[in-house]
């Protein structure tokens, strides 16, 4: 796995209780963790060891130079010895990174013969990382717990899955998202509050006019750039008749490099396109959305920027994991009784990240929205494992609604013109249809067989807003439960902790 430039400080609690030869050693051990965890293949972001803390002003010096350090995407603290946690309340009242509280220790064994009071004294993370947990929840700061020894490596895994989302809050912080046109006229889930999206998960949206974006940019495109990205079509993708959708394909080109001369002159993380705003446009675009998530953009379509920028992170997530993870709609259910599942897709916009195999590249037309025909990359879906990841706006809180998923094979369906997927939905298709419609759960998805549900965990402990989570486990009566008691701590939290 290559390495990132993102950083994780790795800092280390102690005191002067104990002497400056037991300091030391508390040093050499925290240095010889740090650097295997940086050193694990397993592990996305470069772990930098800090330093020692032992007073109540160095700890907050640095957790002020993490804040202001803009590699740093967040903190694991570990308690190698006891430290006092009345020392870290100054400090942690003001970090704003992300923190792992890292309960481990140096040895992995009890060396039973040899076993003295110096050694208990030395190696006391048992209660030291007790007395910092105490102060996290204490101070109601919302944090990943890891514990394990540092050699396991179901530890570097859930470490690894933190910094992820730790990397995925780090880019949206300050990010910003396109949008050509507005929300689909009525459509109630895909609104929300921009203001308070920026103030609790970092982005910001932006609207333009999308026939600016047609007469400052696709009209600015030279045909020979055109050209070269048709034949970069026929290389990567099937095509039964060139000749015969070429000139389908140069505008969908001239679309691409255009919303992409856009985005990068804008430093624009992500965009919207909607099929009622399309003044100016040939065609909604269909290929160049699926590419241009394909580079790493967050999309969505229907002018809904809250998956736009739900799919920009989870891409922030999966770097250099097998996968991939796409824009995706729950469109339409198979009732078989032996054999529910969900037909997955959109009207063109699917990514082709998740593609099985090689995608065919066709045109065809599109039923709504007036306009030629557009072109679009059509496959299927890998069976296997995924999840899909839903953002809501719940008026006093955003929600992130997760539900794990099979992937199945898929049928032939001849005409279909468009990418899908298919699944059956965990623990089953009525508790987890059921339990999403409970939970006001969005047709519009992240889908990603790449990531995990507790990635997505780890991004709401961050962002510190609510996580639903349905899957093997999930039992209606709780999950119902789950909501109303959410309702009371989502409304009462900030008031009564602060
Ligand atoms: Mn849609």
Redesign the pocket.
Known sequence: MTKSNNQVWFITGSQHLYGLETLKQVEQNSLTIAKALDASGAISASIIFKEVLTTPDAITKLLLEANNDKNCIGLIAWMHTFSPAKMWINGLKMLQKPLLDFHTQFGRDIPWNSIDMDFMNLNQTAHGGREFGFICSRMRIERKVVVGHWQEKNVHTQIDTWARAAAAWHDAQGGKIARFGDN?RDVAVTEGDKVAAQMHLGFSVYGFGVGDLVTKYINNIAENEAEALVKVYAEEYSIANLSAIKSTLLTEAKTELGIKAFLEEGNFKGFTTTFEDLHGLAQLPGLAAQRLMAEGYGF???G?WKTAALLRMTKIMDKGLKGGSSFM?DYTYHLDPQNKKVLGA??LEICPTIAAEKPKLEVHPLGIGGKANPARLVFDVASGKAVNAALMDMGNRFRLLVNKVNVVESELMPKLPVARAIWQPKPDFETAVTAWIYAGGA??TAFSKAVNEAHFADLATIAGIEFLLIDEHTNLHQFRNEIRWNELYYHTSKGFFA
Do not use: L
Request: hydrophobic content about 40%; glycine content about 0%.
């Open positions: 689909m969505a379509a229907e809904d709609e959109h009207m047709h519009h």
